[in-house]
């Protein structure tokens, strides 16, 4: 069964180093997402891909935030400049949506800011 | 008013017991209702999807949902140890980009 991965499982990092997350969406999906979740805390939407633009972004998805579709089958956030408060889990989502609207969700990243 | 609310509260039950969760939400622009599973420091995985109102029944799991009364539900029957993890309410509205709303969880613990 096709599923949504992501790499690495585990990043630790220092404040203010810049960090890369990977996600590779299943291979027919069209529309990807990121969310986040702290510790604790709700499942956080950050922001929508779809046709290589952002579609929707929160106002936690600041100058900091940016993600890239680089080739047919990665999509990546990166942030530049980490804080403490940035430490949490990452989840990346794909959605068919020609056929329905689920959304399935990668194991998640789990960054730590030091 | 949050957009979508989820008790919280840890949930225990003895193996074989119906399990019973709740959400309820303000938005009505939500159309799409999904039901996760969640096991500690893993990704959401879907359970149930539903669309507008009505049941979905799938094997043991039954999702409710009632428009009018902006209120989902889901039931485990015959609950088993290995159900024992963090549901999660999710839901979305049908115009735009499908953004999840997400309810903050119910830790379930079947107990054998």
């Known amino acids: 069964e096709p599923e949504v991965t992501q790499t690495p499982s585990h990043q630790v990092t220092q404040m203010g180093q810049e960090v890369i997350l990977r996600c590779v969406p299943i291979s027919n999906h069209l529309y990807f997402y990121w969310y986040r979740q702290i510790l604790g805390q709700k499942v956080e939407f950050l922001v929508s891909?779809?046709?290589?633009?952002?579609?929707?972004k929160s106002e936690i998805f600041d100058d900091q935030f940016s993600v890239e579709r680089p080739d047919g089958s990665n999509f990546t956030l990166k942030i530049r400049s980490t804080k403490l408060e940035d430490s949490a889990m990452y989840f990346c989502?794909?959605?068919?949506?020609?056929?329905?609207?689920?959304?399935?969700f990668g194991p998640g990243t789990r960054l730590t800011v030091t | 008013q949050k957009e979508v609310e989820q008790d919280p509260g840890p949930l225990s039950v003895p193996e074989g017991a119906i399990v019973s969760l709740n959400c309820t939400y303000s938005n009505s622009a939500f159309q799409y209702f999904m039901w996760y599973r969640q096991y500690s420091r893993k990704g959401p995985e879907l359970l149930m999807y539903?669309?507008?109102?009505g049941n979905k029944e799938d094997g043991r799991f039954t999702a409710q949902v009632d428009k009018s009364s902006k209120y989902i539900s889901l039931f485990i029957r015959d609950s088993q140890p290995s159900d024992s993890a963090t549901y999660l309410c999710?839901?979305?509205?049908?115009?735009?980009?499908?953004?999840?709303?997400f309810g903050k969880g119910n830790q379930v613990v079947v107990i054998p």
């Open positions: 989502a794909s959605q068919d949506r020609l056929v329905s609207y689920e959304q399935y």
């Open positions: 539903t669309y507008s109102s």
């Open positions: 891909f779809y046709n290589n633009e952002i579609s929707e």
């Open positions: 999710a839901m979305s509205a049908i115009y735009g980009n499908n953004r999840l709303a």
